[in-house]
């Protein structure tokens, strides 16, 4: 993961790779607790299964999209500033991540699309519905740098080595770029996401473990009232991998559900350390957002079958307590790396497909690996101040393990 402070204008400045220490986290929001940057392909603990919240299902050797082989996650963080907005000047609280599908390669994959409710943005999916090919990474950031990312992709691509399809010579592109909303904490309308980190996350993204809470994209997030962001999660199906990757940003405490038990309602009362969360307008917040979900399986799955994939993805969602509300834009993308070499721009191609009597674990397992990357996105979250001191509280740990302890749903110490 690179952490990139902000040095000038944060549209057009060189980029290098910071350490966790970079200055650019004042001490006000480490203070607060904000995440800090962990190197790139660090675990940030505890992860949901680490507190003793259970799940069921078996999950790969790093419970993360990238138990799924060649699949690859890179962040770019921006976090500057504290005190009142001044667009333009922030406070910032944002950045962008990148899924890409391939090791060595950027060969598109079959894919397909779904949208529980659609008051979002995933550029580019009706040419994944059309062609059924997913042409480049997936990159998620806040809602109103999409613009910048949607470009910022098509110049990479453009000079990305020549094994990449669409280079060089071939020259339109639809990339696939998604959104959530990070205004309550971000200074949203400041344009702080450049191609400098959209490069940044491309170019850093690599296999193994993978960063979570607020990192990338998830930077400004808020799930369910408290501090959300990116969260991962995988399921071993017979010879198969599912994998799942969440940028969360929805709900409200209400409603939230861990490990079935309504341990949002068990904490309407609780207050983060230091009494309430010091943002005067936080409740106008509450429910605003989305959340992304980002599906990869090396299962032999064409593209009217990876939609089947993504349109499970909302039964994760439910069993936390979302229900897709009015103001959300929930959008889910998957994606298959097996049938390598099906792309071609000329030839016909011989493809496998699993059989649809096969495919239920599959699907269960996208359900599976959904509930418990959001819930592992909370647990990553650090209690964040942004901009005009609005602050977004932590998941408590020790409450949700005591609440989950009196309904008998904590499996272990």
Known sequence: MFFLPRTGSARRRPVAPMPAAAGALTAAVLAAGALAAAPL???????????GIPFPGEPGALNAITDVAGVRVGHATIIEGE????????PVRTGVTAVLPRTASYEPVFAGWYSLNGNGEMTGTTWVEESGFLEGPVMITNTHSVGDVHQAVIEWSRDAEANHPIAPGIWWSLPLVAETWDG???DINGFHVGKEHVFAAIESAASGAVTEGA????TGMVCNSFKGGIGTSSRLVGDYTVGVLVQCNYGRRPELLIA???????LLDWTPPGGADGSADAG????LGSIIVVVATDAPLLPHQLKRLARRAPIGIGRMGGYGANSSGDIFIAFSTANGGAWSRGENTTVEMMSNDAISPLLLATAQATEEAITNAMVAGRTMVGRDGNMVPGLPHDEVRRILAAHNRLERP
Do not use: I
Request: proline content about 8%; overall charge neutral; aromatic content about 2%.
């Open 41 to 51: 392909g660090a675990q940030t603990p505890p992860r949901a299964r680490d507190l």
């Open 284 to 287: 106008a917040f509450d429910g």
């Open 215 to 218: 990192v990338g994209g998830g």
């Open 260 to 266: 079935g038990v309504p341990v949002g309602r068990e």
């Open 184 to 186: 309550r904490l971000n």
């Open 83 to 90: 005190g009142a907005l001044v667009v333009g000047e922030g």
